[in-house]
């Protein structure tokens, strides 16, 4: 069962995703500027680097952004077994190019950009350039599958790519021709759009947090979507009016006195979900060490013995971590290597079982993530692809005395 709350006050909104009461994933977006990715920009390269095969391009942000030689390629290009050309042989300081933001500026660096453009619908993803029919590995069920790529095959024209994505499953051939005729109606405005502008400058800005959550949370699944703001709530609603008009009967306004995050118990899960110790529910625990590239994070039994031996103890705590973690990793928004020192257990059998769980779980995950496997010194090590800023960093900064390093002085 899943829900989706969203607060709206006058500088944030945000979102939390409740799947069987627990909270799955939390989003923040400034009233003041949306997310920046997906947004197109008419750029200019302002330095070429052929030792990091990469440029610096300007597209009106404080920082120019990257664009790695992979991304400034045709969308097959990169894919053939020739040796690559230099970026120095495709650009130079002062051309002007289209340009879509695939990863926010985080830390010090700026935006990174690509030249593989898309653009998200309901049902799909439009490719202008990429020549091909993808569908979601989340549909399983191969006469679904063949039938969507199908349909997209038919629906497509020579040199355009299209995704069919999860929410495609189970809808008809006109829904989707709809969304793909819209999307490329929005394509042509912005090709249209950079022959006019002046470089840098914005031609396409994705949705905003309440459109985007409408639009890739809200399925026949889910329960309710419950908003505490008129304004948004009619945004909603005429969305899915469009696009799904069976699901509109899932929202509602919430106009109680109480905060909407309070009320549910959203705000209580997320203070213990973004402590560096987090309990499980045997009594076991977790202790999460965070860096801007790496996740460590150590299980221990704490206060679980276990009735049975300790094999079964480990492997039970450990169940229960593979299953958090993967919870966690969706809800902090992690990004990066991940390395999990599971407990130490004595059988293969096991060990596989907690590959395969955790395996299970990050199959909810909208962001992609792999597991690597067990390195030589017993460790799981994955990794999850990260996109956007922490969503906490919108309400915590480091202290500028410690960095964030500080401890207490015990005598």
């Known amino acids: 069962m899943k829900q989706l709350f969203i607060h ?36 200019r390269v302002v330095n070429v680097l052929p030792g990091m095969q990469a440029a610096f391009v300007d597209i009106g942000l404080s920082k120019n952004a990257f664009l790695y030689v992979d991304d400034a390629l045709h969308p097959h290009l990169d894919k053939q077994p020739k ?33 593989h453009f898309s653009i998200p619908g309901r049902w799909l993803v439009y490719m202008p ?6 569908i979601s590995k989340k549909i399983e069920l191969e006469t679904e599958r063949a039938r969507l790529k199908s349909l997209a095959e038919t629906m497509r024209r020579n040199g355009e790519g ?31 759009r950079s022959r006019e502008a002046n470089a840098p400058s914005e031609l396409h800005r994705d949705s905003g947090l309440v459109e985007r ?22 945004a909603a609603k005429d969305y899915l009016r469009q696009t799904a008009p069976a699901l509109e009967g899932k929202v509602h306004l919430y106009e109680e006195a109480k905060p909407l995050f309070d009320k549910y118990g959203i705000k209580e899960q997320l203070d213990k ?31 679980y013995t276990g009735s049975i031996d300790l094999e079964e103890t480990v492997f039970q705590t450990n169940k229960e971590a593979a299953d958090e973690v993967a919870r966690l990793l969706r809800l902090r928004d992690v990004g990066g290597i991940i390395i999990i020192d599971f407990i130490d257990m004595e059988t293969d059998e096991h060990r596989h079982q907690i590959v395969q769980q955790l395996e299970l779980r ?50």
């Open 8 to 43: 709206c006050s006058q500088n944030i909104t945000q979102s939390a995703l409740l799947e069987d009461g627990k909270l799955t994933e939390f989003s923040v977006e400034r009233t003041e500027g949306t997310s920046l990715i997906g947004n197109l920009y008419k750029g």
């Open 213 to 234: 959550m409408v639009r890739d949370v809200i399925t026949p699944d889910t329960e309710q979507l419950i908003i505490d703001d008129r304004i948004s709530l009619q």
């Open 162 to 192: 299209v995704i069919l994505r999860t929410n495609a499953e189970g809808e008809s051939q006109e829904s989707l021709a709809e969304d793909l005729e819209a999307l490329r109606r929005a394509w042509r405005n912005i090709v249209n």
């Open 273 to 303: 979900a973004f402590q560096p110790r987090i309990w499980l529910p045997s009594g076991g625990y977790l202790v999460w060490e965070q860096t801007e590239a790496l996740t460590v994070i150590d299980v221990n039994t704490g206060k």
């Open 83 to 115: 040796v690559k050309p230099a970026i120095n042989e495709l650009l130079k300081p002062g051309d002007e190019l289209l340009v879509q933001v695939m990863k926010e500026p985080l830390g010090g660096k700026g935006a990174r950009v690509t030249t």
């Open 362 to 411: 990050i199959k909810r995950d909208r962001t992609k993530c792999q597991v690597v496997g067990w390195t030589k010194l017993g460790l799981m090590e994955m990794t999850r692809k990260k996109a956007r800023e922490n969503a906490m960093n919108f309400f915590y900064e480091t202290c500028a005395s410690c960095k964030g390093r500080g401890k207490i002085y015990i005598r």
């Open 129 to 134: 350039d990429a020549d091909y029919v993808g």
